[in-house]
């Protein structure tokens, strides 16, 4: 049976994720009704100990994962198909960390030594194309991909029109494919004990930061002759702080059931996307409120700034700050959406 | 290519019978296992590996229509005909006829 599973799971993972939870299930169903049938053909007990050799067979007959998954995906053509699929998201993920690492590691080196680090890292980062970088180089893997399909691949050899797929297999087995070279079972249950401690304590530390100390959320800037703090929290941020920090407690409080349990459940899963929702509600008025970066001269002013400085700085460089703030916390609102929809197919398959 | 496995002109035939032929069983509800089954029983067997992903993509282009359904403690999915799947089906019944008759006639007169 773990057999079947492997199957399963190997064949899901080369399709879009849109497509995993209904075919798994479905393959699932029709896989242990073949084996049903060929069981008791063959005169034994359902009950008993499924022979290996019956499932490898079946498995045989059903085909290798990438041929049975290109005959599921939709549409006759594609750039980068089943069988390159999985290695071609890893290496998008992969180029995609290379790029980002690259670019904050060149802003950071041209940043130290200048008075006013924060800033120029700051500004270095929402000057640097990073976003256009990272699609030039997706598309770039893409096109490479898709040259490796076109040379190597068999999938999309044998066009089979819209309705048959790609393949039709004989009724003679797959001899060359082994069954039990299929890859290892990801146990989706599983949890990172170490991982959810850290953020316990990441969650506590800013439940205090915020909650005690909102005024130590800043840097201390430098103009040309003057150099003094600069508290960061604006009103728009301190607005959706309530928000803020169910969502991080919430967050402890989960983790906290995980590690007792040591597995996830699907009530936990489900308060895990309540949590997300509890963040996204924090964070969308932030995006579309008011200043997220405290933008107040009297304020800087009693840091020490004088008049003049308090006015070219609130008047030239926190508007620019508040911008790319925002764009900091809309790129995180479309992470934690990103993330709750994968999620959601995890739940639906535990659930189904 | 063992003996067993059919040559391609071969598989080029069954494709296109494929559709009609499961168009044509589906006016009664079937799941995936007992729709093979079915066919196999009247001397048309189709692959494990083709009619399963075919069911689906007959499906999505609204050829039949399915619920799940758990019977006997398996969760299964029966597929029907769809409306526009009987009309294709009429359709494509004419064509065959006629397709078969006249393919019957030239290899007769060859």
New interface residues.
């Given amino acids: 049976m773990d057999l079947i599973e492997r199957y399963i799971q190997d064949v899901a993972r080369r399709l879009p994720r849109g497509l995993r939870a209904d ?1 798994e ?3 699932r ?2 896989l ?3 084996l049903d ?1 060929r069981l008791a053909n063959a005169g034994d007990r359902v009950e008993s100990t499924t022979p290996d050799e019956h499932v490898v067979d ?1 498995l045989r ?3 290798p994962p990438a ?2 998954a290109a ?2 995906r ?1 549409g006759p053509g594609f750039l980068v198909g089943p069988e390159l699929y999985p290695a071609f998201l890893k290496t998008m993920k992969i180029v995609s960390i290379i790029i980002l690492l690259i670019t904050v590691a060149s802003v950071v080196a041209g940043a130290i030594g200048e008075p006013n680090w924060l800033f120029e890292i700051i500004k270095g980062l929402a000057l640097s194309n990073l976003l256009g970088e990272v699609i030039e180089a997706m598309g770039l893997v893409v096109l490479v991909f898709w040259i490796i399909q076109l040379t190597t691949s068999e999938s999309r050899k044998p066009a ?6 790609s ?6 087995p797959s001899p060359s494919w082994d069954p039990h070279s299929l890859p290892k079972r990801d146990d989706p249950d599983r949890i990172g004990r170490t991982g959810l401690k850290v953020e316990i304590a990441v969650m506590i530390a800013l439940v205090l930061l915020f909650g005690l100390f909102p005024g130590a959320v800043g840097a201390t800037v430098s103009t040309n002759d003057e150099r003094h703090w600069v508290a960061l929290m604006g009103q728009g941020f301190l607005a959706g702080r309530g928000l803020l920090y169910v969502g991080f407690l919430s967050t402890v409080v989960l983790n906290v059931m995980l590690l007792r349990r040591n597995r996830w459940t699907i009530p936990l899963r489900v308060f895990d996307l309540a949590i997300s929702g509890v963040f996204i509600a924090a964070l969308v008025p932030m995006v579309t409120g008011g200043n997220v970066i405290a933008n107040n001269p009297a304020d800087l002013t009693a840091n020490g700034w004088s008049p003049s400085a308090a006015e070219d700085l609130s008047r030239e460089v926190f508007p620019v700050l508040d911008k790319i703030m925002r764009g900091v916390l809309a790129c995180a609102i479309a992470g934690i959406v990103w993330s709750a929809v994968g999620r959601v197919a995890t739940l639906m398959k535990r659930v ?1 | 290519m063992t003996p067993q496995e059919p040559p391609n002109m071969t598989l080029e035939l069954r494709r296109g019978a494929t559709i009609l032929a499961v168009l044509s069983q589906l006016g009664e509800e079937h799941y995936g296992y007992s729709l093979r089954a079915r066919l196999a029983e009247r001397g048309l067997p189709i692959p494990e590996g083709t009619l399963y992903p075919l069911l689906r993509r007959l499906e999505s282009l609204e050829l039949l229509t399915s619920d799940w359904r758990v019977v006997d403690g398996r969760p299964r999915r029966y597929y029907r005909t769809s409306r526009a799947g009987k009309q294709l089906l009429e359709t494509m019944e004419t064509e065959w006829r006629a397709l078969v008759e006249a393919v019957n006639r030239l290899l007769e007169s060859k």
């Fill in positions: 075919v299930r479905e393959l169903s029709s242990h009704d073949e049938a079946l007959k059903f085909g041929q049975l005959s599921y939709p089979g029109g819209i309705v048959l797929g393949t039709y297999a004989g009724d003679a189904a």
